[in-house]
């Protein structure tokens, strides 16, 4: 990179083939309003906020056409029929930008398309931001600018034209000669109709700020961990709950058969009430509470004593049991258990 720090802006002019061009001229502004100028290779071009092209005169065309209005699209189409005879490469091989100008007419910029891309594939690296002729930088009025062994001439009418031999300049002029200018002065000047349109517009590359997000990504963050704090505590209790009523089964199947080794209370219940040709499928129902419309933590107690099952459970819980038993013909005894819940016996 170039010693010299950044610019805000800096420009530089671009002229003969792209393949073969050696160090290039460029012009930079620093944020405190200073300028600079140099010549250097593309690849050591100073570092700046904006990288802008200055077309050499000898490549691009200046027009001012007086069209209809149109909308932008259909304006595009008709400039290749408008410049048929003002040009004299065929209009299919240029690249046309436009612009409209408060006067009603339209500022139209012509460059070789298959020249324009070969600068934008040695700029890959440092794509520029806009490309303006160098005759815009000229002021309104009859003005010349030498530039190596030619001239740009602009009238004042906005013609602007290009002179190899800059001795000719001044056949052309006359008496009275035109306004002399020097490019360093008015290489950083305001400029007019930026070339890079259509297919050669920059690719805007999106940026999203995070700074904007930050409170908004914590605010979701904290939401979140919420979330996930209240998932984890229901999980514990829906788990105590089935502990619970583990335990329970257990107690109260050691309770009903003393001495008899307590291995899988439902299963074994569920063999019980076989044997005395209950319901077999009820047990196994409790046992999957999570599965069933008996919510957990409905049942507090079961017990099972002298061939009947006895279970203390909440109202709607008993509701739904009772239900069950009344399917398969078993009417239970139903009555208060104290703390909100029934108690079913059959």
């Known amino acids: 990179m170039h010693a010299l720090p950044p610019?805000?802006?800096l420009r530089v002019l671009i002229e003969g083939d792209p393949a073969t061009t050696g160090p290039l001229r460029w012009w930079g502004r620093h944020a405190d309003g200073m300028t600079e100028a140099g010549v250097c290779p593309?690849?050591?071009l100073p570092a700046a906020g904006q990288l802008e092209w200055l077309i050499h005169p000898a490549h691009a065309?200046?027009?001012a056409l007086t069209l209809p209005r149109q909308s932008p699209a259909r304006l595009?189409?008709?400039l290749p029929h408008a410049l048929e005879d003002e040009l004299l490469a065929p209009v299919a091989g240029l690249h046309l930008a436009m612009q409209r100008e408060n006067d009603g007419r339209v500022a139209v910029r012509s460059v070789d398309r298959t020249w324009l891309d070969s600068w934008r594939q040695r700029f890959t690296a440092r794509p520029p931001a806009a490309a303006w002729a160098l005759a815009d930088l000229l002021p309104a009025g009859d003005a010349q600018l030498p530039l190596g062994g030619g001239v740009l001439l602009r009238t004042a009418g906005s013609e602007a034209g290009w002179l190899d031999d800059a001795a000719?300049?001044?056949v052309i002029a006359g008496d009275k000669p035109p306004e002399q200018f020097d490019i360093d002065e008015l290489a950083l000047g305001p400029c007019h109709v930026n070339v890079l349109q259509g297919e050669f517009a920059p690719r805007a590359t999106p940026r999203l700020d995070w700074r904007q997000?930050?409170?908004t990504g914590l605010l979701?963050?904290?939401l979140l961990t919420l979330l996930l704090i209240?998932?984890?505590?229901?999980w514990w209790e829906l788990r105590h709950d089935v502990d619970a009523l583990k335990r329970g089964l257990r107690q109260s199947y050691a309770a009903a058969f003393p001495g008899e080794p307590v291995v899988d209370p439902a299963l074994q219940l569920a063999s019980k009430l076989r044997q005395r040709g209950g319901d077999t499928g009820l047990l196994a129902r409790l046992q999957q509470i999570d599965s069933s419309d008996v919510a957990a933590g409905a049942i507090g107690r079961i017990d099972y004593r002298n061939g009947e099952l006895a279970v203390e459970l909440t109202p709607a819980a008993a509701d739904a049991i009772s239900a069950r038993l009344a399917a398969n013909g078993i009417t239970p005894k139903r009555e208060p258990a104290g703390d909100g819940r029934v108690r079913l016996q059959w």
């Open 230 to 234: 209240g998932q984890i505590a229901r």
């Open 220 to 222: 979701a963050g904290v």
């Open 7 to 9: 610019y805000s802006l």
């Open 213 to 215: 997000w930050r409170r």
């Open 42 to 44: 593309v690849d050591a």
């Open 168 to 170: 000719l300049a001044g």
């Open 76 to 78: 595009r189409t008709l």
């Open 61 to 63: 065309g200046v027009h």
